[in-house]
């Protein structure tokens, strides 16, 4: 059961022009998404989030959308640069008590950036 | 600012040896995560740390695995004996941990990569 979804393995896009990645989730009770990048060989580095009470969130080149009633986010990220070519995932999080916090990730979509 | 620090970054063992991997969190966060990430999936959640003690480990394999964070600090997870299917990445990443904050961030490390023959 996947609660988290990016339905797109991979995009491909020309350097200088919009990337959008798309992500679904299933579970109401995801209040925080976050967005990760990753190069091969390396760990996840933190790119851009957004709480649940907001509907965009802007840094620099990189734009999250959130849609709560069609349960869906995405991330624009213009001017796509070579250097952004990576897999991208998507996070969402439910509170599950004081300090607890569960992280779903989903499959990750790969984006390359064509020079 | 350091990051999350790993150890070893590369492991190659037959099945059913054991495994040991080590996670020093930033400094400060008092929430540690271990994740497993197989090939082509995003990383899943095997275990959640406050500070010395374990938040959530619904999804960690219990006849094999074993994680502690003895002293609140850096964490080790233990798998014995391995199976073929533990193949994988195994990734640490640590938060801030202040309880009700809305917006808590998972900063990770550079994970091991696991090869069991």
């Known amino acids: 059961d996947q609660q988290v979804k990016q339905n797109s393995p991979s995009l491909s896009v020309q350097e200088g022009r919009i990337s959008i990645l798309n992500c679904d989730y299933t579970?109401?009770?995801?209040?925080?998404f976050l967005w990760y990048k990753k190069y091969p060989a390396e760990g996840p580095t933190f790119l851009i989030s957004?709480?649940?009470?907001?509907d965009k969130n802007e840094d620099g080149r990189f734009t999250v959308f959130l849609n709560k009633s069609a349960k869906h986010l995405s991330l624009h990220i213009v001017p796509s640069q070579p250097g952004d070519s990576a897999v991208y995932f998507c996070?969402?999080?439910?509170?599950?008590?004081?300090?607890?916090?569960?992280?779903?990730f989903g499959p990750g979509t790969r984006l390359s950036v064509l020079p | 600012e350091a990051g999350v620090a790993q150890s070893p970054r590369y492991k190659i063992i037959e099945k059913r040896q054991s495994v040991a991997f080590w996670c020093n969190p930033i400094?400060?966060?008092?929430?540690l995560y271990w994740y497993q990430q197989i090939l082509g999936q995003g990383p899943k959640l095997l275990i959640q740390f406050q500070n010395n003690g374990v938040v959530d480990d619904s999804q960690l394999p219990k006849d094999r695995f074993s994680a502690e964070r003895l002293k609140g600090v850096d964490s080790t997870l233990k798998i014995q004996p391995a199976k073929l299917e533990d193949s994988a990445v195994y990734l640490c990443?640590?938060?801030?941990?202040?309880?009700?904050?809305?917006?808590?961030?998972?900063?990770f490390g550079p994970g091991t990569r696991l090869l069991v023959l």
């Open positions: 400094s400060g966060h008092a929430t």
């Open positions: 990443a640590s938060s801030l941990g202040e309880g009700m904050r809305l917006q808590e961030t998972q900063y």
């Open positions: 579970n109401s009770m995801f209040d925080y």
């Open positions: 996070a969402a999080s439910a509170r599950t008590g004081y300090y607890g916090q569960n992280f779903v």
């Open positions: 957004i709480s649940s009470i907001k």
